[in-house]
């Protein structure tokens, strides 16, 4: 049996919340549900919390052309980019973000990624794998109350990753 991580355990939570507050749950339900989740020791506990909740996943693809999003753009929770040798840039300085996380998930082979954080926002990109490319994540590592944190994963074999704050 495995063993909740805190990410698995806040990752519930906010999906709890989050249907609470679309009208999907009842009060009583939250409650249930949230006291489910922040008590549950193992992972297998907290699955019924969660399974029948939207969870979408947004993928994004291309082979070698420019996968950008800048301005008002909606982010979702969750973000999957795949490139072969394309670049990637996404500016979230401007755009509609209604989650305190959002997740980000990598798969780039030759092509690299920046990405603009909006002020104040934080970022962790320990869970990004490279071989011969390069992380460079200049934003604050650690999440702050009250504001955006961005968590990004994948891998980028020979790409490079660059997290920045926007500039003034």
């Known amino acids: ?43 297998h506990e907290l699955e019924p919390v969660v399974a029948d909740l939207p969870d ?12 950008t999003r800048a301005g008002d753009w909606h982010v979702p929770r969750r973000l999957r980019i795949e490139s072969e040798y394309g670049r990637v840039r996404l500016d979230l300085s401007r755009a509609h973000i209604p989650h305190a996380r959002i997740d980000i998930e990598l798969w780039l082979a030759y092509g690299g990624a920046t990405i603009i954080l909006p002020a104040g926002a934080s970022a962790n990109a320990d869970g990004v794998r490279t071989e011969w490319g390069r992380v460079a994540c200049k934003a604050a590592g650690r999440q702050r109350p009250g504001k955006l944190h961005v968590h990004i994963t994948g891998e980028l074999p020979y790409g490079r990753l660059t997290v920045r704050s926007a500039r003034r």
């Not at 979408?56 to 996968?67: C, D, M, N």
Request: charged share 25%.
């Open 1 to 43: 049996m495995a063993h909740v991580s805190d990410g698995e355990r806040d990752r519930a939570v906010e999906l709890v919340q989050q249907a609470y507050a679309d009208g999907r749950l009842s009060p009583a339900e939250l409650e249930q549900r949230l006291e489910v989740a922040l008590t549950a020791t193992s992972s």
């Open 56 to 67: 979408e996943v947004v993928q994004l693809a291309s082979t070698g052309g420019r996968i």
